[in-house]
């Protein structure tokens, strides 16, 4: 049965007295921004560590992956509460981590592409970095944050000091072409047309070197260093945000953790091709993976170099969780945890072979469910797990109301504080994302049983739409499009999407002098009560 819709997602405020109520009940009362200065309350306020994962799905052993060894994730979750029917935003990059900074759906910035600025879009936008560091916070990030390439660039007003983004693709020689590669040009944003005129790179390395020879072990490195001194500043709250590459293609990681599998317990996806049903234009072609060396560019990866693929991504996998347990090792040895949220956010999932489609860029689960863990400094529920659905978007109110923060403007998300207080708490049992394809965006909308997708030209009439429709219950392998055989069930998912505001178009800046990077109002303060529906 379907959870009703209610309106927890409309866009909507809260005011800085309603959110203490409510902070009360998971830690100690925090003064609000309505309170006192910035400078006077700040210390009293918990200190944020934001980790941040790019492409990893739930491919981690609290989440029930038999193989995946990932120690350091597991006793985070076992601390604090994990979310297992976490979804993105859209399954891309830029505008993922767009709808984690902003607070904004993809669909409210008009942005889906890897290129454009949010700022372009919205110049005046507070993204929750800028929102804590306003508020006396010490904001710094560490690698992968932002999305930085492609032609898009960090958000020089979020932080405190410069931004630290590490290097190293390859370890091995015969991976570093004197030139560079393609991927790595674009990630340092070479215009496309020299970018493309140089080899590609190799999709994998295992190599026998040291955790720093990696960019992401450099990035644990520098954390590592930073919470050491930040322990010595007790009355400067911080806002710590480390993020991680790996396994973002390539999958490059040492050697050892290549070891820890044995790549023929892989089992490779059973179900090769799209849903029966589907639009043509719904699946990935996976362009992502063609641009690396040694696969096909046309057709479906074959046996052997899938199985080394998957291989690849629990070795990147298990590297990744290895930075980070350095990361959590420092804030216990220096006292900080004992004052610290913690919060671990994979930016979208990732198509290991299943329809036959690798990487992500779909509206399907592989590619839209991902980790979401939210440690609190309090045993209390460590180790609960909430089947609520929840969005990328929920986080930026959640760490406002745990912190005592007004909100900056209206977001689209909604706190998940009562659900920390109580993981088997339900609000509205509803999850919303997109992906572009052309002209169309596919607006999906997800319920503990089904997905529907619209697809549609933002602002074109309703019975325009080509529609998609999967039931978990019956076909968690996403099989086969039901929307033709159960129009009840479509009609009450269309219901719930109509009542969200009309997609935008793609945001194209017009040419000409370019607006400041905005260092955001965030002065009015409004109500934030449920809109009616």
């Known amino acids: 049965m379907m959870i009703p819709y209610s309106t927890r997602r409309c866009t909507v405020t809260v005011m800085g007295a309603l959110l203490a109520v409510t902070f009360a009940s998971v830690m100690p009362r925090q003064a609000s921004a309505a309170d006192a200065p910035a400078e006077s309350n700040a210390a009293s306020r918990p200190n944020i560590l934001l980790i941040c994962i790019d492409d990893l799905k739930p491919t981690i052993g609290c989440y029930g992956d038999p193989l995946a060894v990932t120690p350091n994730i597991d006793r985070l979750a076992a601390q604090g509460v994990r979310f297992d029917a976490a979804y993105c935003n859209q399954a891309v990059c830029a505008p993922s981590r767009n709808s984690l900074l902003t607070g904004l759906r993809p669909q409210t910035l008009g942005i889906y592409d890897l290129p454009t600025n949010f700022r372009k879009a919205k110049p005046d936008a507070v993204t929750l970095p800028q929102h804590f560091k306003n508020n006396g916070y010490r904001t710094e990030a560490f690698g992968k944050i932002f999305h930085v390439g492609h032609g898009n660039t960090n958000d020089v007003a979020s932080w405190s000091t410069p931004h630290f983004r590490g290097k190293g693709d390859y370890a091995l020689a015969e991976n570093r072409p004197e030139q560079g590669t393609r991927e790595e040009a674009l990630f340092t944003n070479v215009p496309p047309e020299r970018a493309n005129a140089l080899p590609r790179g190799a999709p994998y390395e295992s190599a026998e070197v040291e955790d720093e020879a990696y960019a992401d072990g450099q990035v644990a490195a520098r954390a590592v260093e930073r919470i050491a001194a930040a322990a010595q500043t007790p009355d400067e709250p911080f806002f710590l945000a480390v993020g991680f590459v790996k396994p973002h293609l390539p999958f490059c990681a040492p050697k050892k953790y290549w070891d820890l599998y044995d790549p023929a317990k892989f089992e490779l996806a059973k179900l090769r091709q799209p849903p029966e049903g589907a639009p043509d234009f719904a699946p990935t072609d996976w362009r992502e993976l063609r641009n690396y060396k040694g696969g096909p560019q046309t057709g479906p990866v074959d046996d052997a170099m899938q199985r080394q693929l998957i291989h690849g991504y629990y070795a990147a996998t298990s590297y990744t969780d290895a930075q980070i347990g350095k990361v ?206």
């Open 328 to 533: 959590l090792d420092a804030l216990q040895a220096n006292g900080p945890d004992k004052n610290t949220i913690i919060v671990l956010w994979g930016d979208h999932g990732w198509h290991l072979g299943d329809h036959g489609m690798w990487c992500k860029h779909t509206n399907y689960q592989q590619a839209a469910r991902i980790p979401y863990i939210i440690d609190l400094p309090s045993d209390v529920r460590a180790g609960a797990a909430s089947d609520e659905l929840v969005e990328t978007v929920d986080l930026y109110p959640t760490l406002c109301e745990l912190a005592g923060l007004d909100l900056p403007y209206e977001l689209d998300g909604a706190s998940l504080v009562t659900v920390l207080n109580d993981p088997k708490a339900h609000t509205d049992g509803v999850a919303f994302h997109v992906f572009p394809r052309g002209k169309l965006l596919g607006r999906a909308v997800r319920t503990d049983r089904y997905r529907l997708v619209e697809w549609k030209t933002p602002g074109a009439p309703a019975e325009e739409a080509i529609l998609e429709l999967y039931d978990y219950q019956t076909d968690p392998e996403e099989s086969r499009n039901l929307a033709a055989e159960q129009p009840a069930v479509v009609a009450e998912l269309r219901a719930i999407l109509a009542k969200q505001p009309e997609a935008k178009p793609q945001f194209v800046a017009k040419k000409g002098p370019g607006k400041a990077q905005g260092q955001g109002q965030g002065k009015k303060k409004r109500q934030r009560a449920a809109a009616k529906s």
